[in-house]
């Protein structure tokens, strides 16, 4: 078992810069890679970015490439999601996520979510 928390959401004008963790707590981090999600109103849960286990393979959805980037800490048992040119349809609760495949979690499937934090970017 894995639990997860989010911290680092807010409210941020367009063209600014947030940055998000994930804690994680229970069995070995470096067991899971991590993944990060958003869910905007009335839109489907979609997956942004995904690192293995040992940061060496990250995977980005086109939509973020070049502005977001996803790391971990494997010491400290937390990923992070560095935002960067920031857009309002960046508005959504974003989520992390821990699963046994880097693979799966590239399209979405995972075994461990956290609560969500909420982002909101203004115009």
């Known amino acids: 078992q894995v639990q997860l928390v989010e911290s680092g959401g807010g409210l941020v004008q367009a063209g600014g810069s947030l940055r998000l963790s994930c804690a994680a707590s229970?069995?070995?981090?470096?067991?899971?890679?991590m993944g990060w999600f958003r869910q905007a109103p009335g839109k489907e849960r979609e997956v942004l970015a995904a690192?293995?286990?040992?940061?060496?393979?990250?995977y980005y959805v086109d939509s973020v490439k070049g502005r977001f980037a996803v790391s971990r800490d494997n010491a400290k048992k937390t990923s992070y999601l560095e935002m960067n040119s920031l857009k309002p349809e960046d508005t959504a609760i974003y989520y992390c996520?821990?699963?046994?495949?880097?693979?799966?979690?590239?399209?979405?499937?995972?075994?461990?979510w956290g609560q969500g934090t909420q982002v909101t970017v203004s115009s």
């Open positions: 229970g069995r070995s981090f470096t067991n899971y890679a």
């Open positions: 690192i293995d286990w040992s940061g060496s393979l990250r």
């Open positions: 996520a821990a699963g046994t495949s880097y693979q799966r979690m590239k399209v979405g499937a995972t075994d461990y």
